[in-house]
C-alpha cells in the first residue's frame, strides 16, 4: 500500500542507520535519481567522497538490503531503492531545496495574474508546478454546486460573445464564457445581468444552474433566454475542476518509453481519479509525499508530492512523478506554490 511521509516525521520503526550505511544509501539515491538504472559498487566507488572500496560497500549494500531499503532483482544486478527505502529518505533525511528569489518572484507574478478567477489560478499553479519541477504539475478544485452567489456581471467579449463572472462567497469569482446565438450589445447585457441578479443572488450554484434552465420568467425574456441558453450550454461539468501539465516530461523519462504504459498513466491523469482525492484528503497547508502509488495500475512505480489548500474550497494541487523523482526540488516548489495559491482562496 501506498505510504504517506511528511519530511521531520520520522516513524518509530525506522531503522538507525550508522554513518557508512546512511552515506552509501543516500549516494545510491542520488546516483539512481540521475541514470535510472540499478546501481552497483564499482559505481559508487567512483563517487566523489565515497571513501570505501567496492568490497566493502558490497556489504554495506547487503546490510540496507536486510533492512528493506534496497532491492535487486537478480544476483548480478545492481541495487535499487525501495518504496520503504524512499519513504525513509523522506522523513529521516530529506530538506525542501531552497528556491532561487528570481523563481519565487515569478511564481508570484504569474499567480498574480491569474488570481481573478479560482479556474484559472489552479490552471497556472498546474503548468508552474511542471515548469520548475520537470515532472507532470497537477491542481483540482471540488465542484462549486454548494457555493452560495453573492453578485453577478456579464461583459461583452465581441458580437457574439459574452463574459459571466459570478462572485461567490470570500471572494472567489468564477468565470464562464457564453458563446451567444444572437448579437447582443452592451446595453442589452447589462439589462440581462441586472434580471438574472434578480432572480439567482442567494442561490447555490447548483440551483443556478436549474434556474438558468427552468425559471420561467428568465425564459420568457428573449435576451435573458439567450444568456441563459448559452450560460446552460457553456457552464461545464458540475464535478469541479483538474488541470494538469507537463505529459510531454513524462514522454522523455525511460520509465515510461513503453508507449502503452505511458498511455495508460495519461488516461488516469486525464480522467482525474484517483489523483484528485488523494490531493485533497490530507493535511491541509503542508506539502506530503505519497510514496509508491498503487491505487492503480498505471501509477505503479510513481510517486505524488501534494499540497491540500485549506480553507472553503476544497482544492489541492501536486507534482507527480517517477518515484526516483527529485523530491528535494518537488516539495520546495509545491509548498511555495501552494502556499501563494492559498493566499488567492
Same mark, same amino acid.
Not at 498546474?126 to 478544485?141: C, H, I, Y
Given at each position: 500500500?501506498?505510504?504517506?511521509?511528511?519530511?521531520?516525521?520520522?516513524?518509530?520503526?525506522?531503522?538507525?542507520?550508522?554513518?557508512?550505511?546512511?552515506?552509501?544509501?543516500?549516494?545510491?539515491?542520488e546516483?539512481?535519481?540521475?541514470?535510472?538504472?540499478?546501481?552497483?559498487?564499482?559505481?559508487?566507488?567512483?563517487v566523489?567522497?565515497v571513501?570505501?572500496?567496492?568490497?566493502?560497500i558490497?556489504?554495506?549494500?547487503?546490510e540496507?538490503?536486510?533492512?528493506?531499503?534496497?532491492?535487486?532483482?537478480?544476483?548480478?544486478?545492481?541495487?535499487?531503492?525501495?518504496?520503504?527505502?524512499?519513504a525513509?529518505?523522506?522523513?529521516?533525511?530529506?530538506?525542501?531545496?531552497?528556491l532561487?528569489?528570481?523563481?519565487?518572484?515569478?511564481?508570484d507574478?504569474?499567480?498574480?495574474?491569474?488570481?481573478?478567477?479560482? @479556474?484559472a489560478?489552479? &490552471?497556472?499553479? !498546474? %503548468? *508552474?508546478?511542471?515548469?520548475l519541477?520537470? $515532472?507532470?504539475?497537477?491542481?483540482? =478544485?471540488?465542484?462549486?454546486?454548494?457555493?452560495?452567489?453573492?453578485?453577478?456581471?456579464?461583459?461583452?467579449?465581441?458580437?457574439?460573445?459574452?463574459?459571466?463572472?459570478?462572485?461567490?462567497?470570500?471572494?472567489?469569482?468564477?468565470?464562464?464564457?457564453l458563446?451567444?446565438?444572437?448579437?447582443?450589445?452592451?446595453?442589452?447585457?447589462? @439589462?440581462a445581468?441586472? &434580471?438574472?441578479? !434578480? %432572480? *439567482?443572488?442567494?442561490?447555490?450554484?447548483? $440551483?443556478?444552474?436549474m434556474?438558468? =434552465?427552468?425559471?420561467?420568467?428568465?425564459?420568457?425574456?428573449?435576451?435573458?433566454?439567450?444568456?441563459?441558453?448559452?450560460?446552460?450550454?457553456?457552464?461545464g461539468?458540475?464535478?469541479?475542476?483538474?488541470?494538469?501539465?507537463?505529459a510531454?516530461?513524462?514522454?522523455?523519462?525511460?520509465?515510461?518509453?513503453?508507449?502503452?504504459?505511458?498511455?495508460?498513466?495519461?488516461?488516469?491523469?486525464?480522467?482525474?481519479?484517483?489523483?484528485?482525492?488523494?490531493?485533497v484528503?490530507?493535511?491541509?497547508?503542508?506539502?506530503?509525499?505519497?510514496?509508491?502509488?498503487?491505487q492503480?495500475?498505471?501509477?505503479?512505480?510513481?510517486s505524488l508530492?501534494?499540497?491540500?489548500?485549506?480553507?472553503?474550497?476544497?482544492?489541492?494541487?501536486?507534482?507527480?512523478?517517477p518515484l526516483?523523482?527529485?523530491?528535494?526540488?518537488?516539495?520546495?516548489?509545491?509548498?511555495?506554490v501552494?502556499?501563494?495559491?492559498?493566499?488567492?482562496?
Amino acid at each position: 500500500m501506498s505510504e504517506i511521509a511528511f519530511p521531520g516525521g520520522p516513524r518509530r520503526d525506522d531503522p538507525e542507520l550508522s554513518e557508512r550505511q546512511r552515506h552509501i544509501f543516500l549516494s545510491l539515491l542520488e546516483l539512481h535519481r540521475r541514470t535510472s538504472q540499478p546501481v552497483g559498487s564499482d559505481a559508487l566507488s567512483r563517487v566523489p567522497g565515497v571513501p570505501w572500496s567496492p568490497a566493502g560497500i558490497r556489504t554495506t549494500l547487503a546490510e540496507l538490503e536486510s533492512l528493506g531499503m534496497l532491492h535487486r532483482g537478480h544476483a548480478s544486478a545492481g541495487r535499487l531503492p525501495t518504496p520503504a527505502g524512499y519513504a525513509f529518505h523522506v522523513r529521516r533525511e530529506l530538506e525542501p531545496a531552497p528556491l532561487a528569489a528570481s523563481v519565487l518572484r515569478e511564481v508570484d507574478e504569474r499567480l498574480r495574474r491569474a488570481s481573478r478567477d479560482v @479556474e484559472a489560478l489552479l &490552471a497556472e499553479a !498546474s %503548468r *508552474l508546478l511542471s515548469e520548475l519541477t520537470f $515532472q507532470m504539475g497537477l491542481a483540482v =478544485a471540488a465542484a462549486f454546486e454548494q457555493e452560495r452567489l453573492v453578485h453577478l456581471e456579464l461583459q461583452p467579449l465581441g458580437p457574439r460573445r459574452a463574459l459571466m463572472a459570478l462572485g461567490l462567497g470570500g471572494g472567489v469569482v468564477h468565470t464562464v464564457v457564453l458563446p451567444l446565438e444572437s448579437e447582443l450589445d452592451e446595453e442589452a447585457l447589462f @439589462e440581462a445581468a441586472e &434580471a438574472l441578479r !434578480s %432572480r *439567482l443572488v442567494g442561490l447555490t450554484l447548483g $440551483q443556478v444552474r436549474m434556474r438558468l =434552465a427552468t425559471d420561467l420568467e428568465l425564459i420568457d425574456d428573449a435576451t435573458v433566454r439567450i444568456v441563459s441558453r448559452a450560460a446552460t450550454a457553456s457552464w461545464g461539468h458540475a464535478d469541479g475542476a483538474w488541470f494538469s501539465a507537463g505529459a510531454g516530461e513524462f514522454a522523455t523519462q525511460p520509465e515510461f518509453a513503453d508507449r502503452e504504459r505511458l498511455g495508460s498513466l495519461l488516461r488516469v491523469v486525464e480522467s482525474g481519479p484517483p489523483l484528485d482525492r488523494l490531493m485533497v484528503d490530507t493535511v491541509e497547508g503542508q506539502a506530503a509525499v505519497h510514496v509508491a502509488l498503487d491505487q492503480d495500475r498505471a501509477l505503479t512505480g510513481l510517486s505524488l508530492v501534494s499540497f491540500a489548500l485549506p480553507g472553503r474550497q476544497r482544492a489541492g494541487l501536486g507534482v507527480l512523478g517517477p518515484l526516483r523523482m527529485d523530491y528535494a526540488r518537488c516539495l520546495a516548489v509545491v509548498d511555495a506554490v501552494g502556499a501563494r495559491v492559498a493566499d488567492y482562496l
